[in-house]
Antibody, heavy 120, light 110 residues
Framework: QLQLQESGPGLVKSSETLSLTCTVS??????????WGWIRQPPGKGLEWIGS???????YSNPSLKSRVTISEDTSKNQFSLRLSSVTAADTAVYYC????????????WGQGTLVTVSS | QSALTQPASVSGSPGQSITISCTGT?????????VSWYQQHPGKAPKLMIY???SRPSGVPDRFSGSKSGNTASLTISGLQAEDEADYYC??????????FGGGTKLTVL
């Protein structure tokens, strides 16, 4: 069974870049026909899809965030990463990483989430 | 892309059945059989409960079921139990490798 774990700074200053890494165990991120995604949840609010990277290396992101989002992978470490630039207080949220099967297009396995606070 | 529309809250008594709706458009819910549902308890990560509109992952009780009609998907929980009290989110694949979530529904077991 896949296990995912987010890591990164819990505090980021406004206008700077948020960087998070998701480490995957129990399977390879190079597995064919898998996406690896990022989702966030502001305090007390709902879930928002940020973006995903396909096993081939192609990345996709939410149009509302597209210009600020970069998703990359490091297959040697079995990790994928999120960079969100020019952050504001509105980017304060719990950030989750998740696996997505191409066959079912759902978010099958989730990390425990990490809270990132943007400070002024 | 706009969030899918869910009721903010639903409630039911133990043993009863409840249904949560999830309304989208022909570009997401209505266009693909890739609707999934997630259960989230406070302070926890979401858990996949339904995928592919009406399929249950291993370990999810058969009290949970999903369906879809046109642009609206539904999650039904029968034989409501106290531990079902949680927030529930729907999600749908849209076009071009993009996804959208619903706003979430708080289920209260009375």
């Amino acid at each position: 069974q896949l296990q995912l774990q987010e890591s990164g700074p819990g505090l980021v200053k406004s206008s700077e870049t948020l960087s998070l890494t998701c480490t995957v165990s129990g399977g390879s991120i190079s597995n064919s026909y898998y996406y690896w995604g990022w989702i966030r949840q502001p305090p007390g609010k709902g879930l928002e899809w940020i973006g995903s990277i396909y096993y081939s290396g192609s990345s996709y992101s939410n149009p509302s965030l597209k210009s600020r989002v970069t998703i990359s992978e490091d297959t040697s470490k079995n990790q994928f990463s999120l960079r969100l630039s020019s952050v504001t207080a509105a980017d304060t949220a719990v950030y989750y990483c998740a696996s997505q099967s191409d066959a079912t297009r759902d978010f099958s396995y989730w990390g425990q989430g990490t809270l990132v606070t943007v400070s002024s | 892309q706009s969030a899918l529309t869910q009721p903010a809250s639903v409630s039911g008594s133990p043993g009863q059945s409840i249904t949560i709706s999830c309304t989208g458009t022909s570009s997401d819910v209505g266009g693909y059989n890739y609707v999934s549902w997630y259960q989230q308890h406070p302070g926890k990560a979401p858990k996949l409960m339904i995928y592919g509109v009406n399929s249950r992952p291993s370990g999810v009780p058969d009290r949970f079921s999903g369906s879809k009609s046109g642009n609206t998907a539904s999650l039904t929980i029968s034989g409501l139990q106290a531990e079902d009290e949680a927030d529930y989110y729907c999600s749908s694949y849209t076009s071009s490798s993009k996804w959208v979530f619903g706003g979430g529904t708080k289920l209260t077991v009375l």
